[in-house]
C-alpha cells in the first residue's frame, strides 16, 4: 500500500506542478491529446483523451461506446437458440469461447447436461478460440511496439488454428456451433490428427515469440515496470485473465469454479502467474498461457469419447423461470452471463459482464503519470476488444 | 425392469434422497444476516450453484464494505433489472403471431421479482467473488419508483465506477456518492434509458419480427412441442 500513495503522490505533484507552470508561463501549455477512435492500438474504436504536460499524461479517460450494439437490449426479443449467433461478436477474435457460458446458464437452467463427448469437443474449441485470440494478442503487441516481425508471425499461425475452427463449425470467426443440450455437430474425419499438427505449430510460434519478443532487450526496456497495478487495485477494479494473474494472483476460472458442461478436471494443466504487474509480466502469462492451451487440447484431443453430441431437448426451446450466473475463463478474462427468464420463448433479460469492460475501466488510474509512448504499451499489455466493452 | 421386481420405484428413491444442504453458502448467508441484522431482507441458495442476498437500499455500500472485509475482495459487476413486464414483449409486437396464432393482443401481466423477492420495480444487482473461498454472492436492492437512489460502490470497489455509470444511463439508477455521474456510451444529450423495459426497441417497431413463423414445424413433421433434438 506504501507504494500505491507514494506512486498517487507522485502523479499528484506532477500534475500540480504541470497546473503551476500552465499558469505561471504560457510556455509549456497544458495539451490535450485524443487517441482514436481510430487508433491502431485501440482494437476497434475506443477514444481516449489524455491529458499532458510535455510527454507526461496527467490524465486518461476512455471514451467507449462508438461501437455499442445494445445486445443486452437485443437478447430480450431473440430466442435463446438465436442469441448464439448475437454474443459471437462480443469478443470477435475468440468467437466460440462467447456462446460457452451463455449456453451453461441457459442449460443450467433448464437442467440439461451436454453429453460428455460434446463437452469434451466443447472444451477443445474454447481452448481453440484461446489460442487464436491470444496468438493474435502476441503478433499485434509486437506491432504496437515496433517489433512487425511479430505481427506477421502470429497473423500467419494464427490460419492453422482458424482452419481446425473452420472445418469443424464452418465459421472461422463465427462459429456459432454451441447449442443448448450440445453442439450442432460431430467432428469431421480427420480433425484429430490435423489440430494435432496445427498444435505444433503454435508451439513453434511460442518459441519464437519468446525469442523474438519477450526475451527482446528492447522489448523488456518498453515493458518491464511500466504499468505497474498491484494486486489489491486489480482485484478491486476487477480485473480478471491474464491481467490479474499478470498481478500475482492465482485465480483461473478454469481450475478454480468450473461450471459444469466444461472438462478441465480432466486435464492435467497448470495456471501461469507473474508477481511483477507490469507490462511484461501481462505478455509473459499470455504467451505461457497460449503454450498450456496447446497442451490441453494435446491431451483433450486424445481422450474424446464416444456417443452422441446433443442430449435430448425439444426441438422448440422454453426455458423454466429461474435466475443464473454463469462464468468462464474466456481469453480477455472472466466473461459471465446473468440469465433471468420467466419460462418463455426469449431471456427477460441477460446481463452481460465482459472482461474487457471492467480491464480497461482501469486505464484512468494506471495511465496516470506515464509518458505517452508507454499509454500504448499499456494499453496493448492490458488487450481489450473493443466490441467486449461496448457490447 | 421386470415386472416381478419389488424393489423401490427410481422416483421415489429421487423423492427420499435427502435435499442438498450448501454448508459454506449457507454459512455466509448466517454471517452475512449477523454483521447486517435486519439489513437482509430476503435471500435464496441454489445449492452449490449461487447466493443471492436481498438488502436494504440503505445498507447497500455497507453490504459490499461488510463482504469486502470478509474477503470478497474481487468486484464482479453490477447493474439492474427492471422488473416491468416488457409492454413491447416479443409475442405481443408481431401482428403476424396474431394472424397465425388468431391469439388475442396480450395485457402485460403483474411486476414479478425473481430470487430473493423484490417489492419494486427496479432492482439493482451486484456481484462479489472471494477468490481464497472460490464463492460468488449476489447483491440485490430494491429502488422505489419515485426515487431511484441508492448509494455507491465506488468508495469500496474502484471498478464500480464504470459499471454505475452504465446502470446510470441504461436505467436512470442514480448512485449517490459517485464521482462522476455522466453517460458512458450514450450521447449526453440521448433521452430515456435504453434498458428499461417501457423504452420500445425502435428496429422492432419499424419492422415487426417474422415471429412464430421462424419456429414453424418441418416439412412432414407433425410435433408441435416436443422434438427429438436437431
Known amino acids: 500500500m506504501t507504494d500505491l500513495s507514494e506512486r498517487d503522490q507522485m502523479a499528484y505533484i506532477a500534475a500540480r506542478a504541470a497546473d503551476a507552470r500552465v499558469n505561471i508561463d504560457l510556455e509549456t501549455e497544458g495539451m490535450t491529446l485524443n487517441l482514436g477512435p481510430q487508433h491502431p492500438a485501440t482494437h476497434g474504436t475506443l477514444r481516449i483523451v489524455a491529458k499532458l504536460d510535455g510527454e507526461q499524461i496527467i490524465s486518461a479517460e476512455p471514451i467507449p461506446g462508438y461501437m455499442h450494439r445494445g445486445y443486452e437490449k437485443l437478447t430480450e426479443v431473440r430466442t435463446y437458440p438465436q442469441i448464439t449467433a448475437l454474443v459471437n461478436r462480443i469478443d470477435w477474435l475468440g468467437s466460440f469461447a462467447n456462446e460457452v457460458p451463455f449456453i451453461l446458464a441457459a442449460e443450467k437452467l433448464m437442467d440439461v447436461e451436454a453429453p460428455p463427448r460434446a463437452q469434451h469437443i466443447r472444451t477443445i474449441l474454447f481452448e481453440l478460440a484461446r489460442i487464436a485470440n491470444i496468438s493474435l494478442f502476441l503478433g499485434d503487441f509486437g506491432l504496437q511496439l515496433g517489433a512487425l516481425t511479430m505481427g506477421f508471425y502470429a497473423f500467419r499461425d494464427r490460419e492453422h488454428?482458424?482452419?481446425?475452427?473452420?472445418s469443424a463449425t464452418g465459421g472461422r470467426f463465427h462459429p456459432n456451433f454451441d447449442r443448448i443440450g450440445g453442439l450442432k455437430d460431430d467432428l469431421p474425419k480427420g480433425w484429430i490428427a490435423d489440430t494435432k499438427r496445427a498444435m505444433v505449430k503454435l508451439r513453434d510460434l511460442c518459441d519464437e515469440t519468446q525469442t523474438l519478443m519477450v526475451g527482446?532487450?528492447?522489448?523488456?526496456?518498453?515493458?518491464?515496470?511500466?504499468?505497474?497495478?498491484?494486486?489489491?487495485?486489480?482485484?478491486?477494479?476487477?480485473?480478471?485473465?491474464?491481467n490479474l494473474r499478470g498481478s500475482g494472483v492465482d485465480w483461473d476460472l478454469r481450475r478454480d469454479a468450473c461450471p459444469p458442461g466444461l472438462v478441465y478436471d480432466k486435464v492435467d494443466w497448470k495456471v501461469w502467474t507473474h508477481p511483477d504487474g507490469d507490462c511484461f509480466a501481462r505478455t509473459w502469462v499470455r504467451l505461457q498461457e497460449t503454450?498450456?492451451?496447446?497442451?490441453?487440447?494435446?491431451?483433450?484431443?486424445?481422450?474424446?469419447?464416444?456417443?452422441?453430441?446433443m442430449a435430448k431437448v425439444p426441438r422448440i426451446i422454453k426455458v423454466p423461470a429461474g435466475e443464473a450466473y454463469v462464468e468462464t475463463e474466456n481469453p480477455l478474462g472472466a466473461m459471465g452471463y446473468y440469465v433471468v427468464s420467466k419460462g418463455d420463448l426469449v431471456p427477460f433479460r441477460v446481463k452481460i459482464r465482459t472482461p474487457s469492460f471492467n480491464n480497461i475501466s482501469i486505464v484512468p488510474w494506471v495511465a496516470k503519470g506515464v509518458y505517452v509512448p508507454d499509454l500504448v504499451a499499456i494499453l496493448g499489455s492490458l488487450y481489450f476488444i473493443l466490441g467486449d466493452i461496448d457490447r | 425392469m421386470s415386472s416381478a421386481d419389488t424393489t423401490v420405484e427410481p422416483d421415489a428413491v429421487e423423492a427420499a434422497e435427502v435435499p442438498v444442504v450448501d454448508e459454506r453458502r449457507e454459512a455466509l448467508l448466517a454471517s452475512l444476516v449477523e454483521a447486517l441484522g435486519d439489513a437482509v431482507v430476503g435471500s435464496h441458495i441454489r445449492p452449490l450453484d449461487d447466493l443471492w442476498v436481498r438488502v436494504d437500499r440503505e445498507a447497500w455500500p455497507t453490504a459490499a464494505a461488510t463482504l469486502k472485509d470478509m474477503g470478497f475482495t474481487f468486484f464482479d459487476y453490477l447493474s439492474a433489472i427492471d422488473w416491468l413486464p416488457s409492454p413491447?414483449?416479443?409475442?405481443?409486437?408481431?401482428?403476424?403471431?396474431?394472424?397465425?396464432?388468431?391469439?388475442?393482443?396480450?395485457?402485460?401481466?403483474?411486476?414479478?421479482?425473481?430470487?430473493?423477492?423484490?417489492?419494486?420495480r427496479f432492482q439493482v444487482i451486484g456481484r462479489l467473488y472471494s477468490i481464497p473461498d472460490a464463492l460468488g454472492v449476489h447483491l440485490k436492492t430494491d429502488l422505489p419508483d419515485d426515487d431511484l437512489r441508492v448509494g455507491s460502490w465506488t468508495p469500496h470497489f474502484r471498478g464500480a465506477n464504470w459499471h454505475e455509470r452504465e446502470c446510470f444511463e441504461m436505467f436512470g439508477v442514480e448512485f449517490t456518492g459517485h464521482p462522476n455521474l455522466v453517460k458512458l456510451y450514450l450521447p449526453a444529450d440521448f433521452q430515456g434509458h435504453p434498458l428499461r423495459k417501457d423504452f420500445p426497441l425502435l428496429s422492432r417497431r419499424v419492422r415487426p419480427w417474422p415471429g412464430i413463423v421462424d419456429v414453424e414445424p418441418m416439412p412432414g413433421r407433425d410435433d408441435n412441442e416436443e422434438g427429438d433434438g436437431e
Request: glycine share 12%; net charge negative.
Open chain 1, 161 to 166: 488454428v482458424l482452419n481446425q475452427i473452420e
Open chain 1, 216 to 242: 527482446n532487450e528492447i522489448f523488456q526496456a518498453r515493458t518491464r515496470g511500466i504499468g505497474v497495478i498491484p494486486a489489491d487495485v486489480a482485484l478491486s477494479y476487477g480485473l480478471s485473465g491474464a
Open chain 2, 88 to 120: 413491447y414483449g416479443r409475442d405481443m409486437d408481431a401482428q403476424e403471431d396474431l394472424v397465425v396464432s388468431g391469439a388475442e393482443p396480450k395485457v402485460p401481466g403483474p411486476v414479478e421479482q425473481g430470487y430473493a423477492g423484490g417489492d419494486t
Open chain 1, 291 to 309: 503454450r498450456e492451451a496447446t497442451l490441453i487440447v494435446d491431451q483433450l484431443l486424445d481422450s474424446i469419447p464416444a456417443g452422441p453430441v
